[in-house]
């Protein structure tokens, strides 16, 4: 698969993604992809995944999912009203322990918990051995818990433009290998 074959969403985590972000690069250079918005990105809710799914339903093309940090938590939340076939794929990038969003401002505690069952679409969970929000082992587990692959990042922070990862030029090479081996999806098979 191509990027222009496909619709990325992007899932931003708590408070959005800023400008040097590199998901807010992506959306820049990468002419399928766009943020699916949130009403209020300091509120993490069931609400985002509600967000999530609209966005995947109202897609033209096959649908690749990307999440950083509570973002992920919405993508795992949403996967549970999507149909298999809705989505071709998730990256999924340093995801936030139950932990740290209980300690987030305006956390629900149905968002603070994981999902802890088989994704309906194939997966990649990326997690930095340093990560403030995530250990490795709980980010392993995740990765088990949704049948995603796991992808150790090394000591990178959470992956975001405070850890230096602004452009994160290999994050994108990667992107581009995850896309490369999915097998396009009838978008509409399924309808919701």
Not at 89 to 112: I, S, Y
Not at 154 to 170: A, C, F
Request: charged share 20%; hydrophobic share 40%.
């Amino acid at each position: 698969m191509k990027t222009s074959d496909t619709d990325i969403l992007i899932v931003p985590g708590w408070s959005g993604s800023g400008p040097d972000h590199w998901q807010s690069r992506w959306v820049a250079k990468l002419s399928t992809a766009r943020v699916v918005e949130q009403e209020d990105w300091h509120v993490p809710s069931r609400l985002w995944a509600e967000r999530i799914v609209a966005a995947v339903r109202a897609a033209t093309r096959p649908v690749v999912l990307v999440g950083h940090s509570c973002g992920v938590s919405a993508i795992a939340h949403a996967a549970e009203h999507l149909h298999p076939g809705e989505v071709a794929g998730a990256f999924l990038v340093a995801p936030a322990a139950e932990r740290a969003k209980r300690d987030l401002p305006g956390m629900t505690p149905a968002f603070a918990a994981h999902r802890r069952e088989t994704l309906p679409f194939r997966s990649v969970l990326i997690a930095s051995s340093n990560d403030p929000y995530c250990t490795p082992d709980e980010a392993k587990e995740l990765a088990e818990a949704w049948g995603s692959e796991f992808v150790d990042a090394g000591e990178s922070g959470h992956l975001n433009t405070e850890s230096g990862h602004g452009p994160w030029p290999d994050g994108l090479l990667r992107f581009a290998g995850f896309l490369r081996s999915l097998t396009a999806v009838p978008q509409r098979s399924i309808q919701g």
